[in-house]
């Protein structure tokens, strides 16, 4: 018992040397994009910026956020967000002047000005690593960051016309965050933090897609 507290104060610890890092990394992309314009916006990650894919095809009722009170305090009726209200992308839509970001899964929609792969429960790492690890029950959506770079893909065929470098050239991409659901499938499945620490949940990514994807907006 004792050695689990340890490791999940190290983990702890650890997570808050990163904090004041990111806080300083976003306020410097805030700055930098602060005179930009876009063409459209981008999102990728889990439930954080999820606006809808889990819903596309009907609110599971079983799921607290497609009940009240979630989505009170802006759109007066559930969305699908895991908020009562917005969630970090759509104020990033406001900033930039696009439309909030409809679901990447959702028919018949126009992503010109962007789309949102973002859907609850994603995993960085695919099936497979977790098959392995003896814990595919405990991920419950197939929604990895690889599905959701084919999403992408499927939909700036779609949008980029004759030139699809410019255009994400001059769109704002924004990726995760990603990997707490990794990490709470070990924990869940009785993995203690020190043994789950043990993984980096990007190691099976290999960056393929992803590096195609910051060629084309660098």
């Known amino acids: 018992m004792g050695t689990m507290r340890s490791s999940a ?12 890092c990111l806080a300083l990394l976003l306020l410097a ?15 990728f990650g889990d439930s954080i910026t999820d606006t809808g894919n889990l819903c596309t ?3 599971p009722t079983a799921i607290t956020f497609t009940q009240p009170p979630y989505g009170e305090t802006y759109f007066g009726t559930p969305t699908c967000r895991c908020s009562d209200g917005r969630v970090i992308v ?7 002047g696009v439309p909030f970001l409809p679901p990447s899964k959702a028919n018949g929609t126009d992503f010109k000005q962007g789309a949102n792969m973002a859907i609850t429960g994603a995993t960085a790492m695919d099936a497979p690593f977790f098959r392995g690890l003896g814990l595919s029950d405990k991920i419950w959506n197939n929604g990895p960051i690889s ?7 499927q939909i700036a065929a779609t949008v980029c016309g004759n030139d699809c470098k410019r255009y994400l050239r001059e769109s704002l991409v924004v990726f995760g965050e990603f990997g707490g659901n990794d990490y709470n499938a070990m924990l869940f499945g009785n993995y203690n933090p020190d043994q ?8 099976g990514l290999n960056g393929v897609p992803l590096n195609e994807i910051l060629s084309a907006t660098a």
């Open 29 to 43: 992309g805030a700055a930098s994009a602060q005179a930009q314009k876009y063409n459209a916006v981008f999102n």
């Open 90 to 96: 759509d104020f990033l839509s406001t900033k930039f």
């Open 147 to 153: 599905f959701q770079i084919q999403w992408f893909q």
């Open 196 to 203: 789950a620490s043990r993984y980096q949940c990007f190691n």
């Open 9 to 20: 104060v190290a983990v702890a610890a650890r997570k808050q040397q990163l904090l004041p």
């Open 57 to 59: 095809s009907g609110k």
